[in-house]
């Protein structure tokens, strides 16, 4: 399992991907988190998560005017287990 703490700032984006094994949870401590999730973008507001199945496209995006503060949950580790994905 592994779990980080992340900062995002305003109009960034990760890039689309997926992983094989990971079962991922986001969950926003501040701002808002816009996540899609398999071609629907979630609205993820602070003290609110959701939950990644391994296999997904995703990409954590912030859309808004100000940071976004959140935590992911992996489990097992993500680390080897990223495909980034085109567009």
């Avoid at 890039?15 to 926003?28: D, I, L």
């Avoid at 990644?52 to 080897?80: C, E, K, M, W, Y």
Wanted: net charge negative; proline share 5%.
């Amino acid at each position: 399992m592994m779990v980080i703490q992340e900062r995002m700032p305003a109009g960034t984006a990760e890039r689309r991907h997926v992983h094989g094994k990971a079962r991922q949870f986001f969950y926003v401590l501040s701002g808002e988190l816009t996540m899609e999730l398999e071609g629907t973008r979630h609205l993820i507001t602070a003290l609110s998560g959701i939950e990644i199945p391994p296999g997904s496209r995703h990409q954590a995006r912030n859309d808004s005017g100000a940071d976004v503060h959140f935590l992911v949950v992996s489990s097992p580790t993500t680390r080897g287990d990223r495909t980034d994905l085109d567009g």
